[in-house]
C-alpha cells in the first residue's frame, strides 16, 4: 500500500523552476531514500511535501487523501514530520519543551512514546532541562528525530541528517535509525550514501528537479556505474 | 530630596506604563517582524475607552475592563482585516499600519471631537501619602507601579511557563518549524497581537488620570515614546524592555521638572547614544 | 516558507506618456494665469511646490525601499531657513539665495548623519527614528520663540520681485518641470539603478559589491535637499511658516500623495498630490456645507489603504491597466 504518492509535482521558489517533475511512491512501513547531487531539488521535494513550498503542478495522495494546497499545520496534523536541514531545534527552549511543544495530545500514549525516545536516545534524557542550543551537532539531530516521532506519525520526512557530523556519529544515528523504522515509514534525503545505503530500503535519484531513477537498495548498492553518473565521480562506499 | 521621592515615583509610575505599551510592540515585533504603527493609537484608544466609562459609570474597574476589550477588539480587527495579509513584507506593513493610524485617529475624533477630554483619578486613588512630613507619595502613581508589575510579572510567567507561551518563544525562533509541528501559528499572531493591543489599551486607561486630560495626539507621541524604548532596550528582550522602560520613565520625569518639554529630546539623545553605541540595543542579543 | 501574498511598491513597467502629452500638460499650466482666477492659481502654485515634495519622498520610498517619518524636518528647514533669514536681514534675492544655499548645507549635512544613524540597523527601524527627530525639530521650533514666534508661526515679507503672482506661477511651474528633470535623471542614472537594486533585493546588491549604506546615504541626501528647496518655495508662496511644516503630518501628506498616485514613479508623486490637493479642497467646502464630510480625511486613509492592498501601483498604475486593456481591446477589433 503507497502511504505517500507524489505525481509528476512541480514547484517554483520565486521565479525559480526547481522541482520540475517529481514522482515517487513511498510503501508503508519502508525507509525510502531519496538522492541525488546538490542543488538537485531534494530539500524542496520535502519541503513540497509538507507544504512548506506548495507545488503549482501534480499531486500528493498521503493516507488515501489529497493533501497539496493544504496549510503546513494541517498537512502535519494528518501525521506528516518534518526534521528538517537545519534540525529545526528551538535553542531557546529545553529539551523536554522542545518535545512538549511537539505533542499534540498530553495523553498517556504519547508521554510513553516520549519515555521510549528518551530510552533510545539516552543522551537527550540527561540533558532533559536544559536549553536546547547547547546541545552538540549530533545531539540536536537526535531531539529533532525523537521529537517528529513523539506522535504517533505515519510518515518521517528526514532531510540530510548527517550533514555536518562526525563519522561516528553518523554511525550511531544509522543505529537510531534502525531501531525506529519498524514503528514508522521514513523518507531520507541523504548525500552521504554510506547512510544512505545502510538504512535504506528503497531508492529514488533525483536530478535537476525530476526523479530520474528508483528501485530497490541493494540493486543502486551493486550498480556503481549508476552511482558514479548520478552521484557524482568516485562516490566513496 | 522630597522632590527626588516623587520624581522617582512618577518616573517609574509612567515607566510602567511605557513597559505595557512597549512589551507590546516588541512581542509582536519579535514574533511576528510587524512594526506596529498604529500600537499607539491603541493607547490612545484605551485612553478614551477608559475614560468614558469611568465617567460614565462610576466604575473605574468598568473602565479598564472596558480599555481592554477596546484595544482587544481594535486588534483583532486590525490582524485579520489587514496585517495578516502581508506578512513578510516589512514596507507593506509599515505603510498599512501607518494607514490604519490616519484611519483610527480620524475615527475617535467622531464621537469625541479633536477637543481634550478631562480624564479623573478614581476617588479611592486621589491625594497622596505624606511621610516624615516632606515626602509627597502620590496614590495614584503607585497604584500605577503596583499594577504595572502585576500585569508584567503575569506576562512573562505566561511567555516563559504555559505552552502558549512556549509556543510564541518558538516561534520568535522559528516560524515555519512550529507550522510543521502541528500548531496554526496564524492563530498564534492573531492572539499575540491581540494580547499586544489590549495591554496598550489597559496602559492607555491607566496612564489617562495620571495625565489629566487626553487627546488624539497622545497616540503618535507614545507609539514614539515606546519605540524608542524598545530600540533602547533591545528588541525582543523582555528585560531589556523593563529596564529601559525604566529608564525612560525616569528620565521623562526628571527633565520635565528641570527643562520642561525637553523630556522627548532627552530620550532622542539616549536612543542616539545607544543606535551609535550599541545598535541592537542595551540587552539586544547581538545584530537584528 | 508557505508563499504569502505581497503588495510590493517598485517601478511600474512602461509609464507610457508620450512625449506629446507631456508637452501639452505643460502648455495647459502655461496659459492658466490667462483663463484662471486668482484661487485657482494659488492652489496649483501649491500643488508645484508640494509636488517637488512628494517626489522627494518617493526618491527614498518607491525607488530606494526607505520610509521615512521625518521627512518634514527637510521641509521644515528649507522653509524655515528663508522665514527666519529674510525675518532677521532684508527680504532682497541675494538673502533670500543665500538663506536658501545655507538651508541646503544643513539638511545635506543632517541627512547624512541620520542616515548614517539609522541606515545600519533594520530599515523598519529608520522610520521610527526619523520621527523622532522630526519630532525634535518641531519642539527646536516651539521652543525658539524669538525667531520663530513658537507654535504660532511667523509671517515675513519677501523680495518685491517675487510678489508678482504671474510671475512666480511661472517660477513656481519652472521649479517643477526642473526638479522632475533632475529627479528623473538621477533615478535613470547608473546611481539610481544601484538604488533600484537595493530596493529590489538588499542582499543581493551586498553580494555584488555595493557598499549599500553608501548609496542609501545618498539616496537620503538628495531626497533631503529637494524637500528642502521644495519647503523654501512653500514659505514664500504662503508668506507664513509655523511648526505645521515640520510635523508628521506634513511627512504623511508625501506618503499619501505618493502612495496614492503611485509608489515608484515621478509622475505618480505629482498625480498624487494633484489628487489630494484639489480633493482636499474640495472635501472640506462640501464640510461647510454638511457635517458628514467634516473627517473627510478618512477617506483619504482608507483609500491609502485600500491601495496598499489591492493596488500597490496607486491609481497611475490603475489609469495604465485600464488605459491597456483598452487598447487591447481596440485592436482585436
Known sequence: MMLLDVKKMQTYIGQYHILQGISLEVPEGYVTVLIGRNGAGKTTTLRSIMGLNPPTKGSIEFNGEMIHGLPTYTIARKGMAFVPEDQGIFSQLTVDENFRIAMLKEDKETMDRKYWLLDIFPDLKVKLKIKAGSLSGGQKQMLSIARALVNNNKVLLIDEPSKGLAPIIVEKLAAAIKQIKDHTTIVLVEQNFWLASAVGERYYIIDDGQTVHQGAMEELIKDKGLQKHYLGIGVKE | MDIFVNLTVAGLATGMMYYLLASGLSLVYGLMGVLNFAHGTVFMYGCYAGVFVFNHTGSFAAGLAAALSAGAAVGWIMEKVVISRVYGNHISQILLTTGLMLVLNELIKIPFGSNILPAFQPEALQGSWVIGGSIVIVKYRVFLIVLGLIVAVTMNMVIARTKLGMTVRAGVQNPDMVQALGINIKRVFNLVFVIGSALAALGGALMAPALGAVNPEIGLMYQMTGFMVVVIGGMGSFIGTAFSAALVGLASSYTAYLYPDASTAVIVIVMIIVLLVKPSGLFGKGVE | ?333
Open chain 3, 1 to 333: 516558507m508557505q508563499q504569502l501574498k505581497t503588495g510590493t511598491p517598485g517601478i511600474p513597467r512602461l509609464f507610457n506618456t508620450n512625449w506629446l502629452v507631456q508637452l501639452i500638460i505643460v502648455l495647459i499650466l502655461a496659459v492658466m494665469p490667462l483663463i484662471a482666477g486668482r484661487p485657482t492659481l494659488n492652489l496649483l502654485v501649491l500643488i508645484f511646490c508640494m509636488s517637488v515634495y512628494a517626489m522627494s519622498y518617493d526618491i527614498l520610498l518607491g525607488y530606494t525601499g526607505i520610509v521615512s517619518f521625518g521627512h518634514a524636518l527637510f521641509f521644515g528647514i528649507g522653509a524655515y531657513g528663508v522665514a527666519i533669514y529674510i525675518a532677521q536681514t532684508k527680504a532682497t534675492m541675494g538673502y533670500l539665495l543665500l538663506a536658501i544655499l545655507v538651508s541646503l548645507i544643513i539638511s545635506t549635512i543632517l541627512s547624512f548623519f541620520i542616515g548614517f544613524l539609522s541606515l545600519r540597523i533594520k530599515n523598519t527601524y529608520y522610520a521610527m527614528i526619523t520621527l523622532a527627530f522630526a519630532q525634535v525639530g518641531v519642539i527646536l521650533a516651539e521652543k525658539a520663540r524669538h525667531l520663530t514666534n513658537g507654535y504660532d508661526g511667523m509671517t515675513f515679507r519677501i523680495p518685491s520681485v517675487l510678489m508678482n503672482k504671474t510671475l512666480f506661477y511661472y517660477a513656481a511651474l519652472a521649479f517643477l518641470i526642473t526638479a522632475f528633470i533632475f529627479l528623473w535623471r538621477f533615478t535613470n542614472s547608473p546611481t539610481g539603478r544601484v538604488l533600484a537594486a537595493i530596493r529590489e533585493n538588499e542582499q543581493r546588491a551586498t553580494f555584488l559589491g555595493f557598499n549599500v549604506l553608501r548609496y542609501k546615504i545618498i539616496s537620503t541626501i538628495v531626497a533631503g535637499i529637494t524637500a528642502c528647496l521644495a519647503g523654501s518655495f512653500y514659505a514664500i508662496h504662503m508668506r507664513f511658516v509655523s511648526t505645521s511644516v515640520l510635523t508628521v503630518s506634513k511627512t504623511v501628506d508625501a506618503l499619501l500623495a505618493t502612495v496614492i498616485g503611485g509608489v515608484g514613479s515621478l509622475y505618480g508623486a505629482i498625480l498624487g498630490t494633484t489628487i489630494i490637493n484639489f480633493a482636499g479642497e474640495y472635501l472640506s467646502k462640501l464640510a461647510k456645507v454638511s457635517v458628514i464630510f467634516e473627517r473627510w480625511y478618512i477617506i483619504f486613509g482608507l483609500l491609502y489603504i485600500l491601495i496598499v492592498l489591492f493596488a500597490p501601483h496607486g491609481v497611475l498604475g490603475l489609469l495604465c491597466k485600464i488605459k491597456n486593456k483598452l487598447f487591447s481591446a481596440i485592436k482585436s477589433k
